[in-house]
């Protein structure tokens, strides 16, 4: 059973230092020069379990444009999961989202959740 976090809940903390290192380590590979501690406080960021087990994070936010945005990261090895986090965040939002993949992982899970290719590395959920 998936659940969801949010950083205002008590047992967010629980997680948060495992969270951290885990976006520490992937940072450059997501492209995202933030602190962790902006991305939690300035985003809407929700962290996913398997269980009590850490799956990775998904945020959104608006970018100068207004334009609204979806970042990820998550252990290796969970792309299954990781689909299962995209699709179930997604039903939360209505509109346009648009999301950078960086790699090809990234790529198949943007397209397995109905994104479709704009240009490069960009891609748009309507």
């Given at each position: 059973m998936i659940r969801v976090l949010i950083p205002t809940q008590a047992e967010f903390l629980d997680y948060k230092d495992e969270c951290k290192a885990l976006?520490?380590?992937?940072?450059?590979?997501?492209?995202?020069?933030n602190s962790f501690?902006?991305?939690i406080s300035n985003t809407l960021f929700y962290l996913f379990l398997n269980d009590k087990n850490l799956i990775g994070a998904i945020y959104y936010f608006k970018d100068s444009d207004g334009k609204l945005f979806l970042n990820a990261f998550a252990k290796r090895k969970m792309h299954a999961l990781c689909l299962e986090c995209l699709k179930k965040s997604l039903d939360w939002f209505k509109g346009r989202i648009y999301a950078e993949a960086q790699n090809r992982a990234s790529a198949l899970c943007l397209l397995r959740c109905g994104f479709r290719r704009v240009e490069g590395n960009l891609f748009l959920k309507v």
């Open positions: 976006y520490e380590k992937v940072q450059a590979q997501i492209t995202d020069t501690e902006f991305i």
